[in-house]
């Protein structure tokens, strides 16, 4: 009775540990962003110079004074919202997730206005995004084709990969034995039939 009572609160302790981590990943806050810092391939830049060569961003929150790391899937999405400017007129929410030790920062997740309206994520994967949306890209058909063409270049390496191991376990040498006769059958390695 006692070892199920332990189990039992062991399990009930471990669940809570668990659920509490999930929902503050997903915990909207009051966010007013001030002061972006734009990371380039070879400059920093206080103001949005489009997504060409862009890493990431760097944006400071008002109400708690911490620094966020915002991705340039986000970065795109902000800009669509406030159309261009980086400016908003009230606070919105967003989510984060967990400091990152090694430099003190947040990874900005999720954003939407207090009114509900998501500003979207404008990720070069997404299949649904709108016209208006497409603006947010220096070049999106050229990013696409590349996103697509590397999605299918890695799909074939996995394929390749996947086929090597197969076939690195398949014997080279075979026997057979049929109505003609017997005999050893080569199989030479990476031959498709």
């Given at each position: 009775m006692h070892k199920v009572t332990y189990v039992l609160l062991?399990?009930?302790?471990?669940?809570s540990c668990v659920s509490a981590v999930d929902t503050s990943l997903d915990e909207y806050t009051d966010f007013m962003p001030e002061?972006?810092?734009?990371?380039?391939?070879?400059?920093?830049?206080?103001?949005y110079e489009g997504d060409s060569?862009?890493?990431v961003a760097y944006v400071n929150n008002a109400f708690d004074n911490n620094s966020y790391f915002v991705p340039t899937e986000y970065v795109r999405g902000i800009a669509y919202a406030t159309k261009g400017t980086f400016k908003f007129s009230e606070p919105i929410l967003f989510c984060h997730g967990p400091l990152r030790e090694w430099d003190g920062m947040y990874v900005a997740t999720k954003f939407k206005f207090k009114n509900g309206t998501v500003i979207p994520y404008l990720g070069i994967?997404?299949?649904d995004l709108t016209n208006e949306q497409k603006k947010y890209f220096d070049d999106y058909k050229t990013q696409?084709?590349?996103?697509l063409?590397?999605?299918?270049?890695?799909?074939v390496e996995d394929l390749y990969d996947y086929e090597t191991v197969r076939d690195s376990h398949r014997p080279r040498f075979s026997y057979y034995y049929g109505?003609?006769?017997?005999?050893?059958?080569?199989?030479?390695?990476?031959?498709?039939?």
């Open positions: 062991l399990s009930l302790m471990l669940a002061n972006f810092v734009f990371e380039y391939n070879d400059h920093n830049s206080t103001t060569g862009l890493r994967e997404k299949n696409r084709s590349e996103y063409m590397q999605e299918q270049e890695d799909a109505s003609g006769g017997s005999g050893v059958i080569y199989t030479p390695r990476n031959t498709y039939w």
